[in-house]
């Protein structure tokens, strides 16, 4: 289905079938690997990012939110994204499990910190680069408790 839908539907669910005052961020995206693209309504969500690596620069561009969280009002409406995706380019989505993952003194990584490590550990191997995103998470975390779910998808568009 088509990601506007999909978000209209699980709002009127969310409405329908929860007590009141029950809201999420959400995120849906459609990966059309035949055209590179990648179709997407984010919902109040953490914005993925889209790397690209020119030179020795690495360029990082959040993907915009297009609506409000789920599960406020009925009439809540969602715009859809699309945007594609060039060979050698790499689609970070995350939870904010990640930014919101704390130390031992209780300080966040953070976006900034995320930043970091998408910059200074940038591959195109997708599970290299995913595994390397998140040992930084966990070097930072140490043996401090998880407070909420880790979930990181990373998607590379070979060249």
């Known amino acids: 289905l088509e990601p ?20 999420l961020t959400l995120g849906y995206g459609v990966l059309d690997v035949n ?46 994204e699309c945007v594609p995706i060039q060979p050698g380019e790499v689609l970070v989505l995350f939870t904010d499990g990640i930014t919101e993952a704390q130390n031992k003194s209780e300080d966040f990584y953070g976006s900034e910190q995320l930043v970091t490590s998408l910059k200074s550990n940038f591959s195109t191997n997708a599970q290299a680069f995913r595994n390397s995103i998140l040992e930084h998470v966990q070097a930072f975390t140490g043996s401090a408790p998880r407070l909420d779910d880790i979930t990181l998808i990373v998607i590379s568009r070979l060249e």
Do not use: M
């Open 4 to 23: 506007q839908k999909v978000i209209h539907q699980v709002n009127r669910s969310i409405l329908t079938d929860t007590q009141r005052g029950i809201f």
């Open 35 to 80: 055209k590179g693209t990648f179709t997407y309504v984010n919902a109040g969500h953490n914005p993925p990012y889209l790397l690209r690596k020119s030179d020795e620069n690495i360029t990082i561009t959040p993907l915009t939110k297009t609506g409000t969280l789920v599960g406020i009002f009925e009439e809540n409406t969602w715009e859809t």
